[in-house]
């Protein structure tokens, strides 16, 4: 089934009702969303000759177009690759030409950007809101484009640890099952409820756009287009019970901003991409309210391992509620999750392994790359790369990341992708990337480099191959980085040396 059913559904039965805000207005009702979904897709399929399918892109800061976009290219029976605006563009790039994408829309501000590294196999660059972008809309409105639960809907880009971004294949089945878990478990929408988008429409609160077009719910863009704390709080006390997607950092900077929140005017916050410290949980309770959830997932299986509800979260009477506040939550019902040993067995509770899941929320691969697709889908089940334990209750804990992935303030980072970087300057001779704790981003990046290269150097060469945000934070210079006998770098030896000399300065 498409998904644009949902939006078609919604434009009949319920057509004057706000379907996008901005700010602190109603910027489109669901019959204006609907029909404006409906002529983009004439557009896509007829002048622009797209066939079913076929990949857009869409690389955009958050808008209200976001989603008339991303609706209007399932309508047409395209499947869309969201791209996170904040990457360099030869990332950009790179994602263009893997995905194949024909089309691209973008937003004015990264237009040159990508415009500067598009690959050849891209036909067209359309800037959002623009006289070009308008003119599509001119089209007579056609009926949604028949789909099926297996054909690809979204092109999720994550980073991989080559260092090359892997796309995971994020069908209309996969987004439907992923809608139904949200709207049950995590944050039950009643029509004319809101979702603000403070995080990017590229990854996490991106995927709960169609659960609110689903219950007919209003999909909210703040004037700012992202996270500003006063401007957070003025909304959640406009909108009608208010829910928003948010980074444990974002949480975190709404607490200490001060801004005159009221908790009695959330729904649901919801934090994910990122572990959330037990002090800092119990820190957003007390300012926030009971309103917060927590999920765990990855883009392989969107939002969907795991969730901690938002009355076991608010529970202090609980006799383990501090457990509990510091795990993962417990396993969605739509999913089966394990903790496995290096053989793939099934680990009993307490004992430490690899987490799995499987179920329909499970991507069926990674785009045009069957290796990766083959090592991470073995067995029938989606390997994570990250290590936990259930507990005899059903609740997982997160030990640790095997990937090594970096998160820092929600993005994720991979060390090889830096390094490969780094390398690159001729007076580095060695270097080694780790995660470095932090109470305000969660992790930050720091680089261990064994060279004569300046900082300054350095940041200016990450500055022109990468985004800002994978830069790192803090480089430390030795003479040598320690390995074992094989030769690999001992990146556990370069976080306890991190940590002792974090001890002796603080």
């Not at 990949?55 to 808008?63: D, E, K, L, M, T």
């Not at 006390?237 to 975190?252: D, E, G, I, L, N």
């Not at 991979?414 to 390094?419: G, K, L």
């Amino acid at each position: 089934m498409n998904i644009a059913l949902w939006l078609e559904r919604a434009g009949k039965a319920d057509p004057h009702r706000a379907a996008i805000g901005r700010g602190l207005g109603v910027h489109q009702t669901f019959a204006a969303l609907a029909r404006r979904a409906a002529a983009l897709a004439a557009a896509l399929r007829g002048p622009c000759a797209l066939a079913p399918g076929d990949r857009v892109a869409i690389v955009s800061r958050n808008s209200p177009q976001y989603v008339e976009t991303l609706f209007g290219i399932w309508w047409a029976g395209l499947a869309a690759v969201p791209v996170n605006a904040k990457l360099h563009g030869a990332e950009i790039g790179y994602i263009l030409e893997h995905s194949g994408a024909r089309l691209c829309f973008a937003s004015e501000d990264v237009e040159a950007e990508v415009a500067g590294h598009a690959p050849g196999t891209l036909e067209r660059l359309v800037v959002m809101g623009g006289s070009a972008y308008e003119a599509l809309f001119q089209a007579d409105p056609i009926a949604p484009a028949e789909r099926q639960a297996q054909d690809l809907a979204w092109l999720f880009y994550t980073s991989g640890t080559t260092g090359r971004p892997k796309g995971a294949m994020l069908t209309h089945g996969v987004l439907a099952a992923t809608t139904f878990a949200y709207a049950l478990e995590v944050d039950p929408i009643a029509p004319g409820d809101t979702l603000l988008h403070a995080a990017p429409m590229s990854h996490g609160s991106g995927l709960y756009i169609m659960a609110h077009v689903m219950r007919r719910g209003v999909n909210v863009v703040p004037e700012s287009g992202g996270f500003d704390p006063a401007e957070i709080a003025s909304c959640f006390a406009h909108w009608r019970r208010m829910s928003m997607f948010a980074a444990p950092t974002m949480v975190k900077r709404l607490v200490a901003s001060g801004a005159d929140f009221d908790p009695a005017a959330a729904r649901t916050i919801i934090y994910g991409g990122a572990p959330m410290y037990v002090e800092d949980a119990r820190a957003a309770l007390d300012r926030l309210g009971p309103c917060l959830a927590q999920i765990y997932g990855q883009g392989e299986s969107p939002m969907t391992i795991t969730t901690l509800p938002k009355a076991e979260i608010a529970d202090r009477e609980h006799p383990r509620w501090l457990e509990r506040l510091g795990s993962a939550g417990r396993t969605y019902a739509c999913v089966e999750v394990a903790v496995v040993d290096e053989e793939d067995r099934a680990l009993p509770p307490g004992e430490v392994g690899e987490v799995v899941v499987r179920g329909p929320t499970v991507m069926p691969g990674y785009w045009n790359n069957a290796e990766a697709s083959s090592a991470t889908l073995r067995g029938g089940w989606l390997h994570t790369g990250d290590v936990g334990a259930f507990d005899a209750e059903g609740y997982l804990t997160l030990k640790d990341r095997s990937k090594d992935l970096i998160i820092s303030g929600g993005s994720n980072i991979y060390p090889r992708e830096v390094e490969e970087v780094l390398l690159m300057h001729p007076q580095v001779r060695e270097v080694s990337v780790i995660g470095r704790p932090d109470p305000e981003w969660g992790e930050i990046v720091v680089a261990y480099v064994v060279g004569d290269a300046t900082r300054d150097e350095l940041d200016a060469l990450c500055l022109s191959r990468i985004a800002r945000f994978k830069r790192p934070k803090a480089y430390v210079f030795i003479d040598a980085l320690p390995k074992n006998n094989y030769g690999k770098v001992l990146k556990t030896e370069l976080r306890a040396r991190d940590r002792e000399e974090a001890r002796a300065h603080a």
